[in-house]
């Protein structure tokens, strides 16, 4: 089973910050926060990932709590593009096998 | 990124026929491969992990004799889908995660299947 809850659905105004939150309470000591997404009908595509350090990349920013039982992932500056189902999934690394929850449609609008 | 490419892009095929879809790492070498499977309107399901020179290693509820796996090269992976059925058209979606110590995976375009 997926160990991250998302809303299921979020607007954002194109050229506004997009803020994606995800819930993670159950993280062991060992595991990573990844987030990929999915546009319409194409395979995911890898975004970002943490341990505990927040991080940036060309791509996006991702805050995790200090307490690292959360996480946003930020789109700074969303473009109709960036419309996609957001998946935020946590991993031990190990296997590197990723369990997808449901992740979060983000809609961004003209 | 690393660049995974699929065949075909799209199949429809007849009840009771087999069909053979590739998953090819086109820029680097892969041990380990996964083939993951998407119903409308859901996420992605993760079918199996594919090793390169062994036996592929299923999820739970994943029939290894229906979903045929074979990953024959270190670029290479196939999944045959044999004796297809309507309730098996789905979206079916490969990854690889390109050597140990790199976190992200890169997936494959998918290849969309439908049986009539």
């Known amino acids: 089973d997926a160990k991250t809850t998302q809303p299921p659905s979020m607007d954002c105004a194109e050229g506004r910050a997009a803020n994606l939150p995800c819930n993670h309470s159950?993280?062991?000591?060992?595991?990573?926060v990844y987030w990929y997404r999915q546009i319409h009908s194409q395979g995911p595509q890898y975004i970002i990932h943490?341990?505990?350090n927040n991080e940036t990349n060309e791509m996006a920013s991702l805050i995790i709590t200090e307490d690292r039982k959360s996480s946003t992932l930020i789109l700074p500056h969303a473009t109709l593009r960036d419309t996609a189902v957001y998946y935020c999934?946590?991993?031990?690394?190990?296997?590197?096998?990723?369990?997808f929850g449901t992740g979060t449609l983000l809609a961004v609008q003209p | 990124g690393a660049v995974v490419s699929q065949h075909p892009s799209w199949v429809i095929c007849k009840s009771g026929t087999s069909v053979k879809i590739e998953c090819r790492s086109l820029?680097?070498?892969?041990?380990?491969m996964f083939w993951y499977r998407q119903f409308p309107k859901q996420s992605l399901m993760l079918m199996a992990t594919?090793?390169?020179?062994?036996?592929?290693?299923?999820e739970q509820g994943v029939e290894k004799d229906k979903f045929l796996i074979n990953h024959a090269s270190l670029t290479l992976s196939t999944l045959t889908v044999t004796s297809a059925h309507p309730e098996d058209s789905s979206f079916y979606i490969c990854?690889?995660?390109?050597?140990?110590?790199?976190?992200?995976?890169?997936f494959g375009p998918g290849t969309r299947l439908t049986v009539t």
């Open positions: 990854s690889v995660r390109p050597v140990a110590g790199v976190h992200e995976q890169y």
């Open positions: 159950t993280i062991s000591g060992n595991e990573y």
């Open positions: 943490g341990l505990k």
């Open positions: 999934i946590v991993d031990g690394g190990a296997t590197n096998k990723l369990i």
């Open positions: 820029d680097f070498q892969a041990t380990t």
């Open positions: 594919s090793n390169e020179g062994s036996k592929a290693t299923y």
